[in-house]
């Protein structure tokens, strides 16, 4: 399986460190959006797209590269950090799952996991879930690049 991670990480470098266990899992380099070119993708079996969110979305970078690929069947895996649980009706892995579904991706699973946040107002306090991810959240991201690794090697 060849596998590569496109991931937009700014803020506190939280998903920089789940996109590196991720990538140890998988044996997949680790690019930025403008770093990579879009049709580099089609020479991978399984592409992962991840950043924080920032009210609710993924980084603005890591869409506007989506909306640059071309159209391809391939799959692909969504991950995440944030202050929030990705959970109930405004799930914010939706639109990005349903983005890459609408460039031909069949998004395999999505991952997220708590991180520190200091988006207004809690910079005010300090930030919150201050010391996210933690080992636990690392071994979750392990535990799911595993399960990823097994589906896609798995005979058809």
Do not use: W
């Not at 506007?64 to 799930?91: C, E, H, K, N």
Request: proline share 5%; net charge neutral; with cysteine.
């Amino acid at each position: 399986m060849k596998a590569i991670i496109v991931c937009t990480s700014v803020s506190h470098g939280n998903t920089g460190r789940v996109a590196a266990v991720l990538g140890e899992v998988l044996d997949a380099r680790v690019v930025a959006p403008g770093d990579i070119d879009a049709a580099e993708l089609a020479d991978h079996d399984l592409v992962g797209f991840g950043s924080g969110i920032f009210l609710g979305s993924f980084h603005a970078d890591l869409r506007g590269f989506i909306d640059t690929l071309p159209q391809r069947p391939g799959r692909a895996f969504v991950f995440a950090t944030s202050g929030f649980a990705d959970a109930g009706p405004q799930r914010f892995s939706r639109p990005l799952v349903r983005q890459l579904e609408g460039r031909g991706f069949e998004v395999l699973d999505t991952f997220s996991c708590r991180a520190f946040d200091t988006y207004l107002p809690f910079k005010l306090v300090g930030g919150i879930r201050k010391g996210r991810p933690d080992a636990a959240d690392l071994a979750a991201a392990r535990t799911f690049a595993e399960g990823l690794r097994a589906r896609v090697n798995a005979p058809s």
